[in-house]
């Protein structure tokens, strides 16, 4: 399964939106000429006017059971729309491959016989967005993953960490939040889902200020698709101060060892 230049009939697309709508030439194309677009409620009113009058729009998480996979149920969908001959479109925000729908659509259809290809369309990273508002942070190189994917255990989530303050690189931490704590009902955890929350988040503060001075920033910005996405900025030394700021749609950033702050702006030097 590859991505094409040209789309045919049978030809399942998984579209990053960016965040806002903040959608390609080649995505735009894309969702104006299909059937059915599947996704989150929030991500199909971003590019609603992009739509035809007549495509069908949709999600699954409604009918979802407890512990069901949101991802394949939205996956199958589009595949049942493609086997009938309609263009359907897997919408994510973001981009789709970084915690994205293209993973999960790709596990979820590779024994469907009649989905003879599999079109992934990029779209502007949470990363790329928080880079541009602080300046260049990661410049030089970047590691971005996120920090209370369910499923995920802390120990895997720890060595991350510490590979990550190890590096020297600059770093954008998603998912601050577990999504467990707005969806219990998906996402069902052994503890209180926002105790896992709090723990890797003074994981990250730990690991950091082992490897890096007390006083290297670290930014938290949200609401990305928002036309003033808000920022706070504090240091490692007092990260768990911020903890009230953090959001469901927030990032974490921490610049490159070689770092410069200036009026306001954060980049790291090559």
């Not at 579209?15 to 080649?26: E, K, L, S």
């Not at 502007?124 to 190189?141: C, D, K, R, T, V």
């Not at 993953?145 to 303050?165: K, M, N, Q, T």
């Not at 030394?237 to 990032?251: A, N, P």
């Amino acid at each position: 399964m590859t991505g094409t230049d040209i789309t045919r009939d049978n030809t399942l697309s998984i579209v990053g939106i960016g965040y806002g709508g903040d959608v390609t030439a080649r995505a735009a194309d894309l969702l104006g000429r299909a059937d059915l677009v599947v996704g989150h409620p929030d991500f199909i009113g971003q590019v609603a006017h992009l739509l035809k009058p007549d495509t069908e729009a949709t999600d699954v998480v409604a009918d979802a059971e407890p512990g069901q996979d949101v991802f394949a149920l939205r996956a199958r969908l589009a595949a049942e729309a493609l086997a009938s001959g309609r263009r359907a479109v897997i919408v994510t925000a973001g981009d789709p491959g970084l915690l994205g729908m293209a993973g999960p659509t790709l596990s979820a259809l590779r024994d469907q016989a009649d989905v003879q290809d599999v079109e992934i369309v990029p779209g502007l990273s949470a990363w790329q967005y928080a880079s541009a508002i602080l300046g260049a942070p990661f410049n030089g190189g970047l590691i971005t993953f996120p920090l209370c994917l369910h499923g995920e255990s802390d120990a895997d989530v720890a060595r991350r960490i510490r590979s990550a303050a190890d590096s020297g690189l600059g770093t954008c931490l998603y998912m601050l939040r577990h999504n467990g704590e707005a969806h219990p009902e998906l996402f069902p955890t052994d503890e209180p889902a926002v105790d896992i929350a709090l723990r890797r988040f003074a994981m990250v503060r730990n690991a950091f200020l082992a490897a890096r001075p007390g006083d290297t920033p670290a930014v938290i910005v949200s609401d990305l698709d928002d036309e003033r996405p808000r920022r706070v900025t504090t240091s490692l030394l007092d990260l768990d101060s911020v903890w009230g700021e953090v959001s469901d749609t927030s990032v974490l950033c921490i610049p490159g060892e070689r770092f410069t702050a200036d009026s306001g702006r954060l980049w790291t030097v090559t």
